[in-house]
């Protein structure tokens, strides 16, 4: 049990600081506690069972889907100061960590070694890795290194009634039973609470190169990805953003980007140095073939960071567009990425709200951002028109809700129309069975009956 | 409902077919049914339901560790002529495939198209993709690649109570909901039946290199191995085989290979040619400095195939030795790899059994095979406990029971030394909830109350 006082919050102006997520939303939990151990977790977890009281444990609450909200009232677990263990096992080329550590400590960490955690998530310098694991987070990378729930071969779980299990271990290959890993990967906090993470690492690529193709015709950009995919070359990321967000990066900071385009392309290749060298100039005559106004390379780290500034400016620069932010990662297969990026400009107009759409192009993982100002409840009506519709579009192409920002409350109501009745009922049998008092961070996931859309207004 | 008669099998004769797999054991079925498309699979589950008969998916049966075996009697389900559909769809990189296409010809299709799919179990040309995905099978391209899961994006499949629903889908990224796609994956049929599997695709490695290194001392060949991988150099292969190994090859076929070696490592190197080029160099210098007699580098087609015959030839090899073959893949974090090389030498001289070792060393994957004679049951009984004894050392050092060839009946006894009773009890939660009645490839996993080793003999 937790008796060190200063880990268990109740004032009111601590409990605030934890309404909230990087979504949408704002619930008051009634107690915050911060675990240092497995053991913590699992007095708290056996007590909130008994006592029937809702869960939800949360790392830095970066989520952009509202994993974390403490919805139905209840104890938060903040897994902040959990983060002793962060060891770099050179022999078998893993790393075995504690959930509340930085996700970024880790790749530096296994950088400092020669190896490589590829997984980078855009807030991989705040998220803890536990959080990452819960949404099974991604980021530019996926497209060559998968995303998080790659890299996890192990984990240390308390059950939602309190028990200390273990999945996976220490090898690569295991097919013990069910994966029980990939089944917590991604499970947001509703199967358990995860206490220790072991990592696979990679050798770490001896050279990367960068490359920002600017085109003209969205249509073109599409083109390119999809050429430079069939060429035999895997780039490390591919990403893409279209005008609306290349003005909005050049309003908030004029860098000189061309604001007229209708779509610049960013492409990072990696891998051993004389590959990458004729990887870039195939990749260039590719873009340049489809119709690039410019194609530019940058080879050193300083040029790469030049290159790479204004997709990471995009966040910043469009929260100046308006106040309220509804991030979405609708993910459509590759080859639809134009109709995609088509039907966004058609939701756009129709509901005249502010959309900007960037994202990893490579994967089919677009971004589709919508500013707007929760206050102007008329408005707010019409971003969760325009919401659903994002998302009717993105199954009617053969894609899902989600590609890695994971469902939480902020998607729970579009499940049924993804996986269908049956699909979603196997699903719910799994929580049932590993949670049969749902105390385990009620409400994420699984629709509340009779809630078939996003709630964004208050009325 | 099948109406065609020729495909439901109840003679005898026929029903000899399907009583055994690549394993060991043998129960005869009372029907065989040969579905050939999904509405067909509802149906039998459905009806299999009703009626409480035991129901056991099936491919070719290759299989290693039971999973096929109708150990209660019951209907077989054989789904090797559900193989109409083998699509490449060169936009979006994937491939959509019915569960009875072999595996080889998915292969086949497409590098014919310019593209990877890098699983590669030994029985590749003969298994079906439905019993690859049923075991989550492996093979030596694991280190670098990954297993059959790391490449199932979708997933068709009859529930246990015939419904039908789809996970996953065609994008890389979906982090929709749990992921059903990796639970299924390696569920050994206890779950559901695939009907269809969507497969990611990679792009063909431009190419090919392989190198074989010969020890006098076989912790000089461990050694060897992890300086590789911790050099930054990430083969697509690593075999090793064993003195006992490389004797039973070269009985089988004299070939000159040196049977006074300790060890023999195969290395393969795939990616860019001028990187492999360099790789290639650096592998065979530490080789060298880590006292290997020699270092045969082959760098055409016909050099490679000859490289790698003496692997290929392990298993026709070794059945010489005796007529029962009892195959294991206990698999340990690499750095334990000769510490488990030891203890295999202990286990063999202490039971007096013929035990051969070979494996994919850069994983950790190594297969023990023991050669015995089933009708001596003195030395079968001597097999069971020597069986349990590896299964114990693979846990200690850190290991897992199985690296790709599954639990089914010949491991599950050993599930409850692994996972501990409260994590096995969270896998068999998955199993009621999904099958309630328990017909889905019953006794298959989870051990049998009371049985806690593996039984061999008849008495």
Redesign the interface.
């Known amino acids: 049990m937790i008796t060190d006082q200063k880990r268990i919050l109740s004032k009111e102006a601590d409990l605030h600081s934890y309404a909230f997520d990087g979504s949408f939303g704002y619930y008051l939990p009634e107690r915050v506690v911060q675990p240092i151990n497995s053991d913590e977790v699992i007095d708290i977890v056996k007590l909130a069972n008994q006592y029937l009281v809702p869960i939800y444990p949360r790392g830095q609450a970066t989520c952009l889907s509202g994993g974390p909200l403490p919805v139905d009232g209840g104890i938060v677990i903040d897994m902040v100061k959990m983060d002793q263990k962060l060891e770099i096992?050179?022999?078998?080329?893993?790393a075995i960590v504690s959930p509340g550590v930085i996700t970024a400590s880790i790749q530096k960490a296994a950088l400092e070694k020669?190896y490589f955690y590829p997984p980078d998530p855009s807030s991989a310098h705040v998220s803890t890795i536990g959080g990452n694991v819960a949404?099974?987070s991604?980021g530019p990378r996926?497209?060559k290194y998968?995303?998080t729930?790659?890299y996890v071969i192990g984990l240390e779980v308390v059950?939602p009634e309190g028990?200390?299990?273990?999945?996976g271990?220490?090898?690569?290959?295991?097919?013990?039973?069910?994966?029980?890993t990939?089944?917590i990967?991604?499970?947001e906090g509703t199967?358990g609470i995860v206490t220790e993470i072991t990592l696979r690492l990679?050798?770490?690529p001896?050279k990367s190169v960068s490359l920002m193709a600017v085109f003209d015709q969205l249509v073109d950009s599409g083109a390119s990805i999809?050429t430079i995919?069939?060429?035999?070359?895997?780039p490390a990321a591919m990403e893409i953003m279209d005008q609306s967000c290349i003005q909005a990066v050049e309003n908030f900071k004029p860098s000189g980007y061309p604001t007229d385009a209708a779509a610049i392309v960013l492409i990072e290749l990696d891998?051993?140095p004389?590959?990458i060298e004729?990887?870039i100039k195939e990749v260039a005559t590719i873009c340049k073939q489809l119709h690039a106004r410019t194609v530019k390379v940058a080879t050193t780290e300083e040029e790469r960071g030049k290159l790479w500034e204004a997709r990471k400016l995009v966040s910043p620069a469009i929260t100046k567009i308006k106040p309220t932010k509804i991030s979405e990662d609708a993910?459509?297969?590759?080859?639809q990425i134009p109709r995609m990026f088509e039907r966004l400009i058609e939701i756009r107009e129709k509901y005249a709200i502010d959309l900007v759409v960037f994202g990893?192009a490579g994967?089919?993982?677009l971004h589709p951002n919508i500013l707007a100002d929760k206050r102007d409840q008329e408005e707010m009506r019409r971003v969760e028109d325009a919401v659903t519709e994002i998302f009717e579009a993105a199954i009617e192409l053969?894609?899902?809700?989600?590609?890695?920002?994971?469902?939480g409350t902020m998607?729970a109501p579009y499940?049924e129309k993804?996986?269908?009745i049956?699909?979603?009922?196997?699903?719910k049998?799994?929580?049932?069975?590993?949670d049969p008092n749902n105390i385990m961070n009620p409400k994420k996931?699984f629709p509340t009956p009779g809630v078939s859309k996003l709630v964004l207004t208050d009325d």
């Open positions: 096992d050179s022999e078998n080329l893993i020669g949404e099974n991604g996926g497209l998968g995303i729930g790659d059950t028990k200390l299990i273990r999945t271990g220490q090898t690569i290959k295991n097919v013990t039973g069910y994966n029980l990939k089944l990967v991604g499970s199967l990679i050798p770490k001896k999809s995919l069939s060429s035999g070359i895997l891998g051993h004389v590959a004729d990887e993910t459509v297969p590759r080859s990893h994967d089919g993982n053969g894609g899902t809700l989600s590609g890695e920002h994971g469902i998607k499940m993804e996986l269908g049956d699909g979603l009922e196997m699903m049998r799994v929580k049932e069975a590993w996931i």
